[in-house]
């Protein structure tokens, strides 16, 4: 059922972000007089689609078919992507058909610069008005929820933070000279903004500050794996037992709050996972908390690390919210998708090219987004969407690079007919385009390939 769900969020994802960015290019192409042929989800060979002349068909349509001003919208094999067919337009279609014949009024090459403009860059604005939507929407209806402590509540064991000394109490000051207020800053700063670099963090241990610092080699590559702090007052609370597993059958239930694992005293959720982890196939006691009274009992761990509870975590210090209004959210939302989208994207290229980041992490692929379509939908629907806004905005910034077969190659070549007053050849074009095509279909196999060895 797992592999059901994370199939099913994926095609979601996919299916909002090709719509919304090739309805752009279709609804542009419309507007200026030219015609749209086709208007397909996937790559490859036609499965089936419709159209107004020939109905709902199976399969490829007749090669003598004439659509005229009609659109065939068409499911193809590979669910990867989409395209819109623009009449007299070189593009990922391969159709050169048209190029030995005179331009006719509704083709793209028979247009002026400006309104080809306004069609190759309408996908990226659609994925840009998109993502603008979601972090708008986002702020005036959920604002933002800041944990208002950098208070170390647990530590690891044997994680970089363990290794390096940091202890539970510690307050955290700065990460890298970049003053933290909240728990998110402590986040983001290790797992985005410095990622891949050494780490300086500062902190205030009983009223004395020290100060730490860790060589990048020690720190490894955070999405991989945790640097090991965690927020205190994050309580651990059960949000429920599964039938036949230990947690219910030793009676734990809903609303329990576990205390002790063996001797260990647990107050973060993160420490009550891993105490359970460590246990795994063992017998231990077990303490929790049950409206005010304690109770006790021993549990054997599963071979699995797991008792069979579902945790829910009770953060029991202050939260800053902060609210937007029509106004106010109109700056947010443009922030979030510069950070996101421009700044955390180019940054990461960045690291790549010095190193700091392998390439083959920095990458992923459709079955990567297809496990984090799945994990941002446990999150609820709030995240779900505003993980679409980011692969949104993802979307059109690589779509907008002036790499040949990508919008913004397309873009490149109208802006040298727009300043030379001349087209760039057909032949010119056919090349560029195939050896873009090639080199993005590489590309794909290789993220593919990437994705597949690095599934656990």
């Known amino acids: 059922m797992e592999i059901v769900s994370t199939i099913f969020y994926f095609l979601i994802v996919i299916g909002v972000l090709v719509f919304v960015h090739e309805f752009g290019h279709f609804f542009a192409a419309r507007m200026t007089g030219m015609r749209a042929e086709v208007f397909a989800f996937g790559m490859g060979y036609r499965l089936f689609g419709y159209n107004r002349v020939n109905g709902f068909s199976f399969g490829k349509l007749d090669e003598n078919a004439e659509l005229g001003d009609h659109t065939d919208y068409r499911i193809c094999a590979f669910p990867i992507g989409g395209f819109v067919k623009i009449s007299g337009m070189i593009d990922e279609s391969m159709d050169k058909g048209f190029v030995n014949s005179e331009p006719q009024p509704w083709e793209y090459r028979a247009k002026p610069v400006w309104k080809r403009m306004i069609v190759i860059t309408a996908g990226v604005i659609m994925n840009i008005l998109l993502a603008f939507l979601v972090f708008y929407s986002l702020s005036i209806f959920k604002g933002k929820s800041l944990i208002d402590t950098t208070t170390v509540g647990y530590v690891s064991k044997s994680s970089t933070a363990a290794e390096f000394g940091i202890q539970k109490g510690d307050k955290i000051i700065s990460i890298n000279n970049q ?45 991989d794996k945790s640097f090991g702090v965690f927020p205190d007052k994050m309580t651990p609370v059960i949000n429920g037992a599964l039938s036949g597993k230990p947690a219910d059958q030793i009676g734990l239930q809903k609303g329990d709050i576990i205390t002790y694992v063996g001797n260990e005293s647990i107050g973060n959720t993160q420490e009550l996972i891993d105490n359970i982890k460590v246990n795994a196939n063992k017998e231990v006691d077990l303490k929790w908390m049950r409206n005010g009274a304690q109770m006790t009992s021993r549990v054997l761990v599963g071979a699995d690390s797991t008792i069979g509870i579902d945790i829910a975590t009770k953060y029991e210090g202050n939260v800053i919210e902060k609210k937007y209004n029509a106004i106010t959210a109109i700056p947010h939302a443009f922030g979030e998708m510069y950070y996101f989208g421009v700044e955390v994207f180019f940054k990461s290229i ?16 459709p079955i990567k987004i297809a496990q984090a379509s799945a994990q941002s939908a446990e999150g609820g629907f709030a995240s779900f969407i505003g993980f679409v806004a980011l692969l949104s905005m993802s979307l059109a910034v690589i779509n907008i690079l002036p790499f040949p077969a990508l919008d913004g190659g397309h873009f490149v070549i109208l802006m040298f007919e727009a300043i030379f007053r001349k087209p760039v050849s ?24 990437n994705d597949i060895i690095s599934i656990k």
């Open 426 to 449: 057909y032949k010119v074009q056919i090349v560029l385009q195939n050896v873009g095509f090639i080199i993005l279909i590489a590309f794909m196999l290789f993220v593919v390939y």
């Open 350 to 365: 960045g690291k790549v090219i010095t190193g700091d980041i392998p390439f083959k992490k920095a990458i992923g692929g």
């Open 179 to 223: 003053k933290i207020q909240y728990w998110e800053e402590v986040q983001s700063s290790l797992y985005i903004d410095n990622l891949g670099e050494a780490i300086t963090v500062n902190i205030l241990r009983n009223s004395q500050n020290l100060t730490i610092k860790i060589p990048k080699e020690k720190v490894g590559i955070l999405s």
